[in-house]
């Protein structure tokens, strides 16, 4: 916790050095991120007024808010949650521990499900409809990107969890009007959907659990939902997704899945029995994230 005593010399300049080295001591990596991303979320300052904003004095609910954001990530809640809310694409989604953090490996998913909806949207030239499926979509960081950059296209987010649903209607009503062509449906998979859209998907996207029970994983994933994580085994819900969509996907119609680098061979396998075409796709890390199907067999 900051030093928070009232004089004539406390500026936000010093709380953010005091939180600094309070967050360094207690082991918080890259404290001076959030140190510096905490005093903005607390002062309500954009980037560009922060510099003026540390000669400034802090009000006393600021101050009352920011010594409370500091001690949650001195233990070691992370940052996304303290601050609740961050950045996808380019969506500002809230976001609490009942939905997964956004991470950069799920942008690089949106952006493939982004590619294969305006695809299916260029080749429908209005004369049917484009509809994109967001399968567990938690916070909705998918299915909202897709809604934001591909105007025209309606869009499905399910998840099995009401507690996910409530955190994606709330990023939905960030929306505004790009929002208006997006639906919510509670329930298990493909079960939360109306039976009359089956076999007229352009394209289904999920980031379905895919970390074994065994798996080594980093701490900060403790605070997460445990539902939305782990599988066992670990591609369960992934071959699960790969055998069933192909029913619900039109004709042209593709799949894109997240999952962990040492699956993705497994997962384009059992793809190709049921795709004319499948590919492997890496993060912006290089390492191999997401499998794209498309176009299913039909016997």
């Not at 101050?63 to 949650?81: C, I, K």
């Not at 960081?141 to 499905?156: H, K, Q, R, Y």
């Not at 399910?158 to 509670?186: I, K, M």
């Not at 997962?267 to 499948?278: K, M, P, T």
């Amino acid at each position: 916790m900051v030093e928070s005593e009232q004089d004539g010399d406390l500026t936000w300049q010093r709380l953010v050095a005091e939180a600094q080295a309070s967050l360094g001591d207690a082991g918080v990596p890259d404290p001076d991120i959030s140190a510096r991303l905490i005093g903005q979320r607390a002062t309500g300052a954009e980037p560009g007024e922060w510099v003026e904003m540390l000669r400034q004095a802090p009000h006393e609910r600021q101050l009352a808010n920011f010594d409370a954001m500091v001690g949650r990530r001195s233990s070691g809640e992370p940052l996304q949650y303290v601050l609740g809310q961050w950045g996808f694409r380019h969506l500002d989604l809230f976001i609490d521990n009942r939905v997964l953090i956004p991470r950069p490996e799920t942008e690089v998913v949106a952006g493939l499900a982004v590619a294969e909806a305006e695809v299916a949207r260029n080749a429908a030239d209005g004369e049917r409809a484009t509809t994109v499926v967001d399968l567990g979509t938690g916070s909705g960081a998918i299915g909202l990107s897709v809604a934001f950059e591909c105007p025209g296209v309606d869009v499905w987010l399910t998840d099995v969890s009401s507690d996910a649903l409530t955190v994606a209607r709330a990023n939905l009503a960030g929306l505004g009007t790009r929002g208006a062509r997006v639906q919510l449906a509670e329930g298990s998979w493909f079960e939360a959907l109306p039976g009359e859209l089956r076999g007229r998907l352009s394209v289904v996207v999920s980031n379905p659990p895919y970390v074994g029970a065994g798996d080594e994983i980093d701490p900060q994933i403790k605070w997460e939902p445990e539902g939305a994580l782990f599988a066992e085994p670990a591609d369960q819900h992934l071959v699960h997704l790969v055998e069933t969509a192909a029913g619900w996907l039109s004709d042209e119609g593709s799949l894109v899945l997240e999952m962990a680098p040492d699956q993705t061979a497994t997962i384009q396998r059992v793809a190709d029995e049921l795709f004319v075409e499948s590919s492997v796709h890496n993060d912006l890390a290089g390492r191999a994230r997401a499998v794209v199907a498309r176009r299913p067999r039909r016997s």
